[in-house]
Structures are given as structure tokens and as C-alpha cells.
């Protein structure tokens, strides 16, 4: 059971940054805080299924999927081995194949997309709202087809999707609308969880998720009793009863130690993100104090749900955003670009014809916003470090010129040394 949060999410008063000594380093995501607190529970899970034998599906797996059944309040959990897979199984449940169209936003992970051509489909890319990062529902409106199948929204960086315009949109249009809330476990809308608004939900459990494993694994929601059936036949090859295959599906299916730690970690899922949405109001007081709304645009918040927070994403004017990058890196300060590339001008979807210059708003996210650390164990001493760091490079004297530029350091995770005991950080 999720321990459910009354805490209100202000955080303690924002003291003065420039009160205090700053912080040598502040990683963009340090999972062994997390650990330390749970190490023995997380130890002793493992050894459990180490001495079980069961390796794969099995009694945790099942477990798990009953309580994040529960935790959701979604009928049918089904787990997989990826977020990946979750999408790609998803679109197979609803028959999408070669030749039809589903429409995704560009400013999301790969995945959101690849899913789409691994069934020979075509991901046909919408534009976002600049002000939420989120697919912008008149322009999914725009790009539906005869030939569309599906809607994908993604409840970017922890926050539910417009499904006030969205749910209408595809109801008039006859398609079922897949959720990719690989970033938002707990999120809500009008008080329902995200995965149980639409068709069917994908899930991540990528160890930099809010809800992450030791390794990878994933699952899907549906309140559809017919989808319920097919995922669980398509995860472990249309296979029922063994060895009599009923569909052609896949092998995706979640470890039972991968389960057995994330049932250590679900009862505190809970408690963190309420942390998270802490650190997010904590994160705007800061910034209002030290005077930088005219750099700095911070992340708004949802009326309609809750925002689980997942990345906290500002945006920097002027062209200054690989600067600031840079300057923070040099200060030991991690952050992180979701996502410099958007989807339509990727090199691998060359052949679809997309041009720079299609999503406007995508290709302004891509090249302004900036992730900073907002993970749960997170102190406000560092989230201070971080607003001070960012106010030092807007307020010095030298013009930003003079600071190294991103692209003169080697590739996209030249940040490594600052992001913690994280193996990866990516979302
Ligand atoms: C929006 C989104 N969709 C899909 C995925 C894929 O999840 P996974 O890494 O578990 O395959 C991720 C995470 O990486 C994601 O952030």
C-alpha cells in the first residue's frame, strides 16, 4: 500500500543565497540516498528471491502488479521488461501495424516514436504548448489522418497531459488514446491517476524514474478487460497454455528481482513524490528572491492534478542555456537537456520528411530549457546552490561569451562528474 501523504507541500522559508557559503558540488540525481535508507529491506528482497529460484514473472512480480493495481486504482497491471516495451506492446494490443499513422509529440524520449516504426507505422509528430512542454491537443487535432490509429500523449517530467482536450478530441475521432506516463507514476488528473485515464498506460521503471529499479522493467495499465488479455498474452509470446501460441507477441517480461525491490520502494512512492513537489516550490521561491524572472522561466504549476515532478525543467532566454551549463558543470552542479534533438529532425527519422522548422515551440524547448536536480533527498542547502550558481552567471560583469560553450566539451554527458551516484542519468 502507498503510505498516503497529508504533509502540505510548503517548504521551510527560502533564506538568502548569498547568506551562505555555497555547496562544493549538487548532483542532478543521487540514488544511493535513496538506497542507504533501504539498503537491509533491499538486500534481504533479493536474497528472498535468490533462494526461491524464481526468477521470472513469478510471486513478486504478481504481487507488485496487485499493488500498483491498487496504488493507481486501475483494474488490470500488466508488467513488462521496459517503458520501451510497454509502448511498443501497447500499439500491438491495438492492432497498429504497417502503414498506419499515430500521432506523438516530438519533445518526449525516443521511445514515444520508436514504438510507433518498430510496427512498420509512421509516428506523424504534433507540437507542444511552449508553457507546459506538453502536446499541444489542437495541433494533435491537426494531424489526424484516415489513416491514424492511436493518440500518444506523454505526461511529460512528472505532469499530466491536457486529457480535458485531448479525451474529446480522440473520442470524436474514433481512436484510442495511449498514455506514455513513462514520467509520471502518481500523477493525476481531476483526481484520477495517469494510466487509467485513457486506453491503456505505459510505465517506466528506468532507475531514474520516480518509482526505479535496479535495473530495467516496466508495465501497463488498462481499465479495457479485452487489452488486459491481449498484453498479458503478447508479453510472453501469445503463449497460452505453454507452448501453443495463440498471436505472435514478444518476450517482455519483468524479473522477479527487479519486483521484488520495487515492492521495497512503492510504499514510498508516496512520501517522495509529495518531496519532489516540495523541492518544486521551494525551486520558485528561490528564484522570485534572487530576481532572474527575466533569464530563468520556471515551471508552472497544474490546477487540474497533481505533478509528480520528475524533472524540473526551467527555461533560459537569450541563447545563455549551454553557457549556464557549462558554468554549473564548472561548479560541480548537475543538470541535464530533455531533450537537445527533437523527434522530427532526428537522423533516423530523416526518411519521414520532417524539417526544422515544422514544431516550432519543440524546437525552442529543445534548444532553451534546462533540467535541474529535484530529485526527493534533495537538501534546500543545495537547491540554494543551485539558484545561487545560476544567479552568479546572470548577475557577473563578463559577458557570457567568455564562458566555455557546451559544444566545445565532448559529447552529451560531459556533465557525468556532477550527476551523482546515478549509473545514467536519462528520462
Ligand atoms: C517519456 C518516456 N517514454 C518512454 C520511456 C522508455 O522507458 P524505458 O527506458 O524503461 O524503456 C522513457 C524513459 O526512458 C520516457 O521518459
Known sequence: MIRQTTTSASPAPATSVAQEALLPSVPLLALDRQHAALRDEIRAAIDRVV?????????????????????????????????????????????????????????????????????GAVPIFADIDPQTYLVDPADVERKISRRCKAIVPVHLFGRTADMDALLPIAKRAGLPVVEDAAQSILSTWHGRCSGALGDVGCFSFYPTKNLGGIGDGGFLTTTRDDIAKSLKLLRVHGMEPRYYHQLIGINSRLDSIQAAVLRVKLPHLDAWSTARQVNATRYGELFAAADLADCVTVPGEEPRGRHVWNQYVV???????????????????????????????????????????????????????????????????????????????????????????????????????????ADEVRS
Open 315 to 421: 527555461r533560459i532566454a537569450a541563447g545563455q542555456r549551454d553557457a549556464l551549463r557549462a558554468h554549473l558543470a564548472a561548479h560541480g552542479v548537475g543538470s541535464e537537456i530533455y531533450y537537445p534533438v527533437p523527434l522530427h529532425v532526428q537522423q533516423c527519422f530523416e526518411h519521414l520528411g520532417w524539417r526544422t522548422g515544422d514544431l516550432p515551440h519543440t524546437e525552442q524547448a529543445a534548444a532553451e530549457t534546462l533540467a535541474l536536480p529535484i530529485f526527493p533527498e534533495l537538501t534546500a542547502a543545495e537547491q540554494r546552490t543551485v539558484v545561487a550558481r545560476i544567479a552568479e552567471f546572470f548577475h557577473a560583469s563578463r559577458p557570457a561569451a567568455t564562458i566555455p560553450a557546451a559544444e566545445t566539451l565532448r559529447g552529451p554527458h560531459f556533465l557525468r562528474r556532477a550527476v551523482g551516484k
Open 51 to 119: 533462494d526461491s529460484g524464481r526468477f521470472v514473472l513469478g510471486p513478486d512480480v504478481n504481487d507488485l502488479e496487485a499493488e500498483l493495481a491498487r496504488a493507481l486504482d486501475v483494474p488490470h497491471v500488466i508488467s513488462c521488461a521496459s517503458g520501451s516495451d510497454a509502448l511498443l506492446l501497447a500499439l500491438m494490443a491495438l492492432g497498429v501495424g504497417a502503414g498506419d499513422e499515430v500521432v506523438v509529440p516530438s519533445y518526449t524520449f525516443f521511445a514515444t516514436a520508436s514504438a510507433v516504426t518498430r510496427l
